[in-house]
């Protein structure tokens, strides 16, 4: 698969925005694709829809990427399903036996399957994080999903997941009853080596649970502990009072534990990316350093936070450079923030309406 550069930087635009400021990020989006913007406004307002199916290795940034695109359009026309939530919300649906009931009586009306009914129950009850649930199944479950949230343009978050699913997914539209608005796949590379890094510096609130990284996704205060000679973060959230973030069992493995996972997501891009008569959108998360200049703004890339600790001063110094890891052909390159790669899929999005 060859991902094209996405070229963000428009001469003669020097202001630099702050893009973990809600405010400028939307001044951001407006001054690097307001005409994009207002062609897919105007194509929701008239009550068009869409299909984006998002497709990524793991942890790529699928969902990031569906709600910035919805923050951006400040639109309630646009929805971001994730598979992976339906499923857990059905998990805890189960164990209520009213939501249970409700949940059996629309499956019996809209399943099928060469499962029973019972069957797909006791799968869903029992099933582990490696095992896929029946595809029929899924689509029962999503399709339920869509009645509730009312006609709207859908990206969806986790599926395909297998190869059969693509196949289902061709179709997918006539299988929810939507009008032949456009769908597409939203295809989208990310090096192999950010993703080792975003799980292996992963910290989340024990509290709160909201999710940080040491290295490229601080928080505004850091601690150091003299004992273990190691930094850490504060949660942000005031309602978790200074709570130190943490981080979760096994991250410190990187993509050593997921490495199945993530060679069957790369066989799967490589399968949509050949697929003839879909449109595709091309997401590319990072750029080589040689070309960054041409084609960003230091402001979009990734920065590398770096520590220090005043022995004098009793406080944590960060600084923060450029990060540079190498891309999975081996090219020193830089990580994009999510929201020059938003830019990428309004304008693209925008092409195809």
């Not at 939501?99 to 809209?110: C, G, M, Q, S, V």
């Not at 479950?141 to 059969?164: C, N, S, T, V, Y």
């Not at 299988?175 to 992963?202: G, M, N, Q, S, T």
């Not at 504060?234 to 993509?255: Q, T, W, Y």
């Amino acid at each position: 698969m060859n991902f094209p550069i996405f070229k963000t930087k428009i001469p003669g635009l020097t202001r630099k925005f702050d893009l973990a400021d809600p405010r400028q990020r939307q001044e951001y989006f407006q001054a690097k694709a307001g005409e994009e913007m207002k062609k897919i406004r105007n194509y929701l307002d008239s009550g068009n829809t869409f299909i984006a199916y998002l497709l990524g290795k793991k942890n790529a940034g699928k969902g990031t990427y569906a709600k910035l695109f919805i923050e951006a359009l400040n639109t309630d026309r646009v929805e971001h399903l994730s598979v992976g939530d339906i499923v857990r919300d059905v998990d805890k649906k189960i164990k209520d036996k009213k939501e249970k009931e409700e949940l059996i009586d629309y499956l019996k009306a809209n399943y099928r399957g060469f499962l029973s009914l019972k069957q797909v129950i006791d799968a869903q009850l029992n099933r582990s994080t490696r095992s896929l649930l029946p595809t029929e199944f899924v689509l029962a479950l999503i399709r339920r999903e869509i009645d509730k949230k009312g006609r709207k343009a859908l990206f969806l978050d986790g599926f395909p997941r297998d190869l059969d699913q693509v196949s289902y997914s061709l179709f997918f539209r006539n299988l929810i009853d939507y009008r032949p608005d456009p769908d597409f796949f939203v295809l989208i590379d990310v090096p192999e080596a950010v993703i080792d890094e975003r799980l292996k510096y992963r910290v989340v609130c024990p509290k709160c649970q909201t999710p940080r990284n040491l290295k490229v996704h601080v928080t505004r205060e850091v601690g150091f502990d003299p004992k273990t000679k190691a930094f850490y973060l504060v949660c942000d959230n005031p309602a978790c009072r200074s709570v130190r973030m943490v981080a979760k069992e096994g991250d410190e493995l990187g993509i050593t534990v997921i490495k199945d996972r993530l060679e069957k997501d790369d066989f799967l891009l490589k399968r949509a990316f050949s697929l003839y008569g879909i449109p595709k959108v091309v997401l590319r998360n990072s750029i080589p350093v040689e070309q960054a200049k041409k084609f960003v703004d230091d402001y979009e890339i990734t920065p590398e936070y770096v520590y220090h600790w005043g022995k004098q001063s009793k406080e944590v110094k960060v600084s923060q450079k450029l990060w540079v890891i190498n891309d999975d052909a081996d090219v020193p390159s830089h990580s994009l923030l999510p929201p020059p790669v938003v830019v990428s899929l309004l304008k693209q999005v925008a092409d195809l309406l």
